[in-house]
Every structure is written in C-alpha cells, then in structure tokens.
C-alpha cells in the first residue's frame, strides 16, 4: 500500500487548504486530527476516497418523533 501523503497550501488572505491523498475511508480524519483538535480546520470537505471505506457504518439515521 501506499504511504497517505499530506499536502499543505498557504496562501496569503485565505484558509489553509489541506487534502490527504493514498488514504480510504476514515485514515484521512485521523491523519488530520490534530488540526482539528488545535481549531486549525475550519471546514472538511470529504472526497471520494473517503467514501470508499466499507468499514463505515450506513450513513442512515433513523429519528423518532
């Protein structure tokens, strides 16, 4: 397998854009962690990758009223 690489993108006047590559499902979140716990990440935006993790529960919720 391929190692998971992070690229990191600083542009003057904007957010810091990070996108994980070589990594499924939720190995993507755990590498960026930290960002989150430190308020870094201000938004995530999942791609595809991520999705194609067939450990991840239905993405169905069920709400009682």
Do not use: H
């Amino acid at each position: 397998m391929t190692q998971p690489i992070i690229k990191v993108t600083i542009t003057p006047n904007q957010p810091m854009k990070v996108e994980v590559e070589n990594a499924t499902g939720t190995s993507c979140t755990e590498l960026t962690q930290p960002l989150v716990d430190n308020g870094t990440l201000v938004e995530q935006n999942f791609k595809q990758e991520y999705f194609d993790d067939p450990t991840l529960p239905d993405p169905v919720v069920d709400i009682e009223f």
